[in-house]
């Protein structure tokens, strides 16, 4: 079957900060962290609370080798990192990428200035796999392994973000988030990257009437946008992620229903959900 092994797993699908609690348990309260198999090899999207209960899963795999994309670093993004144990397996080796530093800041030196006492005990030195830090800028086409192709692109965030396409065996995973979009304008550089993409995730942390209402600016985007682009491009599937942390489970509930009679085959992030791409 198509797709059968081109899998994407939610281990954190919340935006801004972990918000767990009986409220939020159905869909989960973790940030921002995805599993990505294509075939025998293993990718990972950004590094929220989620990543640490990932890591928690692949000790028994270890050696591993793999690549960690972040879509930038913004705190919900590289909260986990340090409790992510196989980077504390010596047989292990990781690649971490970013396209949205720019001149002024390397991936490396970030991660340093992070990990640094008072604000954290232990330094990025401390992980004893074998650890490489690569930057690179969004629009840049990566190839992380034989079959394995990553196209990026600017999103429009503070302090910048990477959207993501991995093509594997002739299908595509898009990974959108964070992003604003201005409305009555879809995003040239969304719309490129999703084009006829089999499945896509998106920044969907408001709805469009919370957005109008309050959030102009703040650098995310909405179920609805996430919809239109969609049917813009051609997409097979859109997958809504990044949810508010005040979006309790009954809301999105709420918006599951309305998302599904928008675009039939939406289906929202939870903990542990798994697509075949
Ligand atoms: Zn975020
Ligand atoms: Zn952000």
Redesign the pocket.
């Known amino acids: 079957m198509p797709g059968e092994d081109f899998l994407v797993r939610f281990w954190g699908v919340r935006g801004s900060i972990a918000a767990p609690g009986p409220a939020t348990a159905r869909y989960g309260g973790n940030t921002s962290s995805l599993e990505v198999r294509c075939g025998a090899r293993l990718i990972l999207l950004d590094a929220g609370t989620g990543i640490r209960l990932l890591g928690n899963r692949l000790l028994a795999e270890a050696p591993l080798e793999a690549d960690l994309y972040f879509t ?1 670093t ?1 705190f ?2 590289v909260c986990g990192l340090p409790f992510f144990k196989p980077f504390f397996q010596p047989q292990n080796s990781f690649r971490l990428w970013a396209g949205h530093l720019g001149e002024r800041m390397t991936l490396h030196r970030l991660l340093r200035e992070f990990m640094v006492a008072p604000l954290f005990p232990v330094p990025p030195e401390a992980f004893r796999a074998r650890m490489e830090y690569r930057d690179f800028k969004g629009g840049e086409t990566l190839l992380p392994a034989p079959g394995i192709t990553v196209h990026t692109g600017v999103l429009n ?2 302090d910048g ?1 990477t959207g993501y396409r991995i093509e594997y065996g002739g299908r595509s995973l898009c990974y959108i988030t ?1 992003t604003e979009h201005v409305p009555g304008a879809p995003d040239r550089n969304v719309l490129a990257l999703i084009s006829g993409a089999d499945l896509v995730i998106y920044d969907s942390m408001y709805t469009d009437e919370e957005y109008e209402k309050s959030f102009v600016g703040w ?1 995310h985007s909405t179920w609805q946008e996430g919809v239109r682009l969609c049917r813009t491009a051609g997409v097979k599937r859109l997958v809504v992620f990044h949810h508010d942390p005040d979006h309790d489970d009954e809301m999105l509930d709420a918006i599951a229903r309305e998302a599904e009679a928008a675009l039939p085959g939406t289906v929202l992030a939870r903990e542990g959900l798994e697509l075949a791409v």
Do not use: E
Request: glycine residues 12%; without cysteine.
């Open positions: 930038h913004h919900d993004h965030h503070p973000a964070d650098g």
